[in-house]
């Protein structure tokens, strides 16, 4: 797998027993939503938190903490975790901190399919479609 299943399950358990908690394979590992908002992922480099903007700096004044950037350019509001950051009782700490952040969100809906516009079907590579 592309994350740590041990991780993931101790975030799983962390966050047992919440309502509106769902999980989601992305960004080649799983993320955890609450109420249909990111919440947590588990990927390769260890635990991802999404703290706000608001709360980035705290974030990453703590131990094992840094930014979090899959292009060269830092993701504002997200924060990457090392797993031995996460140990024991500093693991409910992280969620906590992402769940003050994310439970002041509005709850999203159930994720719809995109739709796809009336006679866009699929065309040919080199031609041009005109309307």
Known sequence: MAYDERLAGRVRRALGGRRGVS???????????LDGNM????????????VGKDQEARALARAGARPMDFTGRPL???VWVDPAACRGRALAGWIALAERFVGALPAKG???????RRGAGPSRPGTIRSR
């Open 110 to 116: 159930p994720a719809r399919a995109p739709r796809r």
């Open 76 to 78: 504002r509001g997200l």
């Open 23 to 33: 999980e989601r394979k992305m960004f080649g590992g799983l993320c955890f939503l």
């Open 39 to 50: 919440l947590c992922g588990v990927a390769r480099p260890g635990l991802m938190l999404r």
